[in-house]
């Protein structure tokens, strides 16, 4: 699962400055986010960006649905697995 990809990425990132410095690298290009993907992808992580955007989306609704209708209204940015993985990186 995509869930645990991240993890093992994020885990491996935070050993290896080489790696991290690539990843890092991928939000400076003109597709960032398909380049982080291929990069990941090359370095043996099942990551790809339709399940990349899926999963940030999947997340923030099951917790809205959590509350039974209750009007919560989504907490911005929680919707962003990509965003969520980098500044998690860059913060460990």
Do not use: H
Request: charged share 35%; proline share 2%; aromatic share 8%.
């Amino acid at each position: 699962m995509i869930e645990q990809e991240l993890e093992r990425l994020l885990q491996d990132a935070k050993s290896d400055e080489k790696l991290k410095a690539e990843l890092l690298n991928t939000r400076k290009s003109d597709d960032p986010v398909e380049d982080f993907c291929a990069l990941a992808r090359d370095k043996g992580y099942g990551i790809n960006a339709g399940e990349l955007m899926a999963l940030g989306q999947n997340e923030n609704d099951a917790k809205l649905r959590s509350v039974n209708g209750g009007g919560v209204d989504p907490i911005e940015g929680w919707d962003d697995a990509y965003e969520q993985f980098f500044m998690t990186l860059i913060w460990t």
